[in-house]
């Protein structure tokens, strides 16, 4: 499909303090939209003046929640290239969402192209102060007219790019979690491991109250024993414990993060022992007492590493390696943001140079 392109007459403003962007506050000049009517498959891929989108209210995206979204980032190098990190394992998870939805799959490779063009488009948009990217937002709905239950015969694509600095207020700096032992999130043979809104929707109540009592996120439990930790509400969980890093495995409750994936493919070609297994939170603060816990950590696209400072379970409180960011965490960070901004090699073929 060829992609038409509109472009804007009415340029916005950008942001002219970068070091103050935040997360989601700006957007970009374009977008790029592409139409699923049934029979017809995908079609009209085009990119045009970001603007508001005419729905009609019995849209079935409104009324039964049948959407899904990526998350990815465009980094300015040092340089002055642009760069993606891995966008491909984004369209791929992408489909496997859409599968759980029932929303017709995606050309993965046509959205990963349409998107770098929407980026080259809106590429003087791309933050270069340090630490800042353009976050690009994929998502799919349903715009059927219909009240009733079924999957939608029209559905519409689209991305928007936001140029932002850091995802907590803390940056890097280690932040305080509270687990979960009264709200569910999600179980097996729902849609914990698709990316899709219901999960989001799901955490408010917890987000809602652990904010409440100074707490940045929830860390959730399995939603049957509430006893095994799954991710945190926008990110994977590791745990370093007596040398050895553990992590959540996937079972269908937890979302595949593309970080936490870099971060296990890392951590094992520098010999370090990962592991993917169940691990309770009881397990978690038995290591505490015996201080064997080293150090704790999120991994995410909006935040790429976000080290965790301290656990609050029930009226216990973990703090964790005295409150700071652990060697292991600093690491990966270090390696991790290198490759997006092109400041260190990429033996690893992750990275995409507009």
Known sequence: MQIRIEKTTAPKQKPQNQTKLGFGNYY????????YDIGEGWHDPRIVPYGDLALDPAAMCLHYGQ??????????????SVLLFRPEKNMARMNLSNDRL????????????????????????????????????????????????????????CVIL???????PEGLNPV???????????????????KTGGNYAASLKAQDEAGKL????VLWLDGIER?????????????VIDGEVITPALQGSILGGI???SCMELLRSWGIPVTERAISIEEIAETHGLGKLEEAFGSGTAAVISPIGELKWGERVMGINGGQIGRLSQRLYDELTGLQWGRLPDPFGWTVTL
């Open 176 to 194: 305080k979690i509270f687990v979960e032992n009264e709200y569910v999130r999600a179980v097996r043979g729902g849609m914990g491991f698709a």
């Open 227 to 239: 006893k095994y930790v799954e991710e945190v509400g926008t990110m994977n969980v590791f745990f």
């Open 102 to 157: 029932c929303i017709p799959a995606i050309d993965e490779a046509f959205c990963a192209e349409a998107i770098q063009e929407l980026v080259r488009v809106d590429a003087d948009w791309i933050p270069s102060a340090e630490g800042t990217s353009l976050y690009i937002r994929p998502f799919i709905f349903a715009i059927d007219a219909h009240v009733g239950v079924h999957p939608a015969h029209h559905l519409l694509f």
């Open 259 to 261: 970080t936490r994936l």
């Open 214 to 217: 100074g707490y940045t996120q």
């Open 28 to 35: 970009t000049d374009h977008m790029f939209l592409m139409n």
């Open 162 to 168: 936001s140029p932002v600095g850091a995802y907590y």
């Open 67 to 80: 959407e899904v979204f990526e998350g990815l980032k465009a980094y300015r190098g040092q340089d002055g």
